[in-house]
C-alpha cells in the first residue's frame, strides 16, 4: 500500500503531524510519500503533490484548502481530512485520532482492498475555445477581472438551453454541495447538504436580484460573458484561464468525483463552526 501526505504549508503543528503519521505508516511497513515542501520541513525525501494519484489514501493535515491542495493531486484517490481547527467540512479525523485513524484505515485497506469513502461531485469549466479546468470540490467562478461599481460582466445563465437570467454582475458561480458552505455562502448562495445530487448557480453582485438556483447534478450550466475585454474563469480559487470576451462557458458535473475517505463528518456541527 502507498500513502501520500499533505500538511499545510507554514503550519508546524501540521508539519510534526505529519511526520508522526509518516512514522507509523513506515512502521507498518507502508510506502509513505510526503508532499515536498513538508518534506523539507521534516528531512524526510519529498514528492510533488501532482504525482499523488499513484497513492492507495492521501491524508490532509490541514483546513479545507490543504484539502482541495490535496484533491487536486490525488484526482480519484480517496482523501483523508485531518482538522487543525479550522471549518472542516471536508475534514473529519482530530489531530489527536490522526495517527490512528489513518492506522485503521491500512488495516481496513490490507483486509479488503479499499478505504472506506464517500464520493463528493466536482463541476468542470471548458470554454469555446477548446480550453478547460481541472475539476472543481467546490466551485468554478466566472466573472469579470475586477470587482465592484463601474466593473464585472454582462452575463446569461441557461440551464440544459433555456435562459435563466440576463444581467450585469460581478460573476456567476457554480458550486457543488460540498461547496456550498463556501464561496457560494458567501456570496449569498444556499446551504446544501452534501447527500444532494445538484448543482447551485448563484449570481455575484448581480445589478438585478438572481435568485440562487439548484439544478440537477447532470445539468449542463452555460455563462455567456460579455460586456468587458476580458473575464476570469477559476475552478477552487486556483486554476485559472483569462478569456477573451465574448465567450461562453460550459459547466458540467465532473465524471468523476472525489473521493472522500475515513469517518463522515457531522454537516450541521461544523456549520456552527460558521457563526
Same mark, same amino acid.
Given at each position: 500500500?502507498?500513502?501520500?501526505?499533505?500538511?499545510?504549508?507554514?503550519?508546524?503543528?501540521?508539519?510534526?503531524?505529519?511526520?508522526?503519521?509518516?512514522?507509523?505508516? *513506515?512502521?507498518?511497513?507502508?510506502?509513505?510519500? @510526503?508532499?515536498?515542501?513538508?518534506?523539507?520541513?521534516?528531512?524526510?525525501?519529498?514528492?510533488? *503533490?501532482?504525482?499523488?494519484?499513484?497513492?492507495?489514501? *492521501? @491524508?490532509?493535515?490541514?483546513?479545507?484548502?490543504?484539502?482541495?491542495?490535496?484533491?487536486?493531486?490525488?484526482?480519484?484517490?480517496?482523501?483523508?481530512?485531518?482538522?487543525?481547527?479550522?471549518?472542516?467540512?471536508?475534514?473529519?479525523?482530530?489531530?489527536?485520532?490522526?495517527?490512528?485513524?489513518?492506522?485503521?484505515?491500512?488495516?481496513?485497506?490490507?483486509?479488503?482492498?479499499?478505504?472506506?469513502?464517500?464520493?463528493?461531485?466536482?463541476v468542470v469549466a471548458s470554454g469555446e475555445r477548446g480550453w478547460s479546468l481541472p475539476p472543481a470540490l467546490n466551485?468554478?467562478?466566472?466573472?469579470?477581472?475586477?470587482?465592484?461599481?463601474?466593473?464585472? *460582466?454582462?452575463?446569461?445563465?441557461?440551464?440544459?438551453?433555456?435562459?435563466y437570467e440576463a444581467m450585469h454582475a460581478d460573476g456567476?458561480? @457554480?458550486?457543488?454541495?460540498?461547496?456550498?458552505?463556501a464561496y457560494n455562502l458567501s456570496e449569498g448562495g444556499p446551504l446544501v447538504q452534501p447527500g444532494v445530487r445538484g448543482l447551485v448557480v448563484t449570481g455575484m453582485c448581480a445589478a438585478e436580484a438572481m435568485p440562487s438556483l439548484v439544478v440537477p447534478h447532470d445539468s449542463e450550466v452555460t455563462v455567456r460573458a460579455d460586456g468587458a475585454d476580458h473575464a476570469v474563469v477559476s475552478s477552487d480559487g486556483s486554476n485559472e484561464e483569462r478569456v477573451d470576451l465574448p465567450t461562453t462557458v460550459t459547466l458540467r458535473t465532473a465524471e468523476e468525483p472525489a473521493r472522500v475517505a475515513g469517518p463522515d463528518s457531522d454537516f450541521f456541527r461544523a456549520l456552527s463552526k460558521l457563526e
Open positions: 500500500m502507498r500513502v501520500g501526505i499533505v500538511a499545510q504549508r507554514g503550519n508546524d503543528r501540521a508539519a510534526y503531524l505529519a511526520a508522526d503519521v509518516r512514522e507509523m505508516l *513506515v512502521d507498518e511497513g507502508v510506502d509513505a510519500w @510526503v508532499d515536498a515542501a513538508t518534506a523539507t520541513e521534516i528531512d524526510v525525501p519529498g514528492r510533488d *503533490v501532482g504525482e499523488f494519484d499513484a497513492c492507495d489514501l *492521501v @491524508v490532509s493535515i490541514g483546513g479545507d484548502g490543504t484539502f482541495l491542495f490535496a484533491a487536486r493531486g490525488a484526482e480519484s484517490v480517496p482523501v483523508l481530512g485531518v482538522n487543525l481547527g479550522e471549518v472542516g467540512f471536508l475534514n473529519a479525523v482530530k489531530p489527536a485520532d490522526a495517527v490512528e485513524a489513518v492506522r485503521r484505515e491500512v488495516e481496513r485497506y490490507e483486509t479488503e482492498g479499499t478505504v472506506r469513502f464517500r464520493e463528493a461531485p466536482r466551485e468554478v467562478a466566472v466573472q469579470g477581472e475586477q470587482r465592484g461599481h463601474g466593473q464585472g *460582466v454582462d452575463v446569461e445563465v441557461r440551464v440544459d438551453g433555456s435562459l456567476v458561480l @457554480v458550486a457543488t454541495p460540498t461547496g456550498s458552505t
